[in-house]
């Protein structure tokens, strides 16, 4: 007996038995809990990813032409998103310009000894790609961050819970506003983000190659299906940061590291939409209009 109770201090006291199935009620009962579920990897991890925005974008929209929001909120989110971002996307593609008409000349120059086409080329390429996705990009930094800091500091705190207590659809109140206000920032910034990337591009060629203003403003090569495609990437761009973004904020959880990493998670996730979207969006005008 003794030999016995020695035994069992050294091994640390006597081994739960476990309970038998048999004359219980449930598995719980006779100390068979559940399964843990395995977190979801790879693919399945992307596919819950797209549903997760596609189920906000549907819920958005549903709401988007009748939400009982203030529309001051939509033009006061406009002004911060435009007023905010124009500066650092004006200077941005200033540079862009700058370096792409620098870049063409050069290397056309010296292959061909002829420049002619630079300007027709550059104004057809930043008008179709190069302004509405480099500025999305530039804008999924600026916004896109702020968004998602602004939406998952109001997550961990529990003011999403308070809004549903108050009869406040979160959706309604936070995301509608901020998706009109992302649709016409994004338009805006387009707009004035191309114009001085081609501006800057023709003072570069003017004062370092020395090409004509009819030589470098030649639209021939434009049209007007690529001022469309433009257009629709731009406003696809301003749909997909506040919903990517907000999606991430809604998702917040633990604190300030959790907005810290629903901030990464909106800028990583909004780039990466955004150069898909403009392969999708490419590709389909392509097969559609054939250029």
């Given at each position: 007996m003794?030999?016995?109770?020695?035994e069992t201090k050294r091994s640390g006291g006597e081994r739960p038995r476990r309970k038998s199935l048999f004359g219980k009620q449930t598995l719980a009962d006779a100390g068979y809990g559940p399964t843990p579920p395995r977190p979801a990897r790879g693919f399945a991890v992307s596919l819950s990813l797209v549903g997760t925005y596609a189920l906000l974008l549907g819920r958005t929209f549903r709401l988007l032409a009748t939400a009982k929001t203030d529309q001051g909120d939509t033009l006061r989110l406009t002004h911060r998103y435009t007023n905010g971002s124009l500066a650092f996307v004006v200077i941005a593609m200033s540079f862009v310009g700058m370096i792409m008409v620098y870049q063409s000349t050069e290397q056309l120059t010296r292959a061909i000894g002829d420049a002619q086409l630079v300007g027709a080329a550059f104004l057809k390429l930043l008008v179709r790609v190069l302004g509405p996705t480099v500025i999305g990009m530039l804008v999924a930094c600026r916004v896109g961050a702020g968004i998602a800091a602004e939406i998952g500091a109001m997550s961990v705190t529990d003011q999403l819970d308070a809004m549903r207590l108050c009869a406040a659809h979160p959706i309604e109140v936070l995301m509608v506003p901020r998706l009109r206000a992302g649709i016409l920032a994004s338009l805006v910034l387009v707009l004035i983000g191309s114009a001085a990337a081609a501006f800057a591009g023709r003072v570069t060629s003017d004062v370092l190659f020395a090409m004509s203003p009819a030589t470098y403003w030649n639209f021939e090569l434009l049209r007007g299906a690529d001022l469309v495609q433009g257009m629709i990437k731009a406003t696809v761009y301003g749909i997909t940061i506040?919903?990517?973004?907000?999606?991430?904020?809604?998702?917040?959880?633990?604190g300030a590291?959790?907005?810290?990493?629903?901030?990464?998670?909106?800028?990583?996730?909004?780039?990466?939409?955004?150069?898909?979207?403009?392969s999708l969006i490419t590709l389909i005008c392509h097969v559609v209009v054939g250029q």
């Open positions: 003794k030999k016995n109770s020695l506040p919903i990517v973004s907000g999606a991430c904020g809604l998702a917040a959880q633990g590291r959790g907005v810290g990493q629903a901030t990464t998670d909106a800028v990583v996730g909004s780039s990466l939409a955004i150069v898909i979207l403009d």
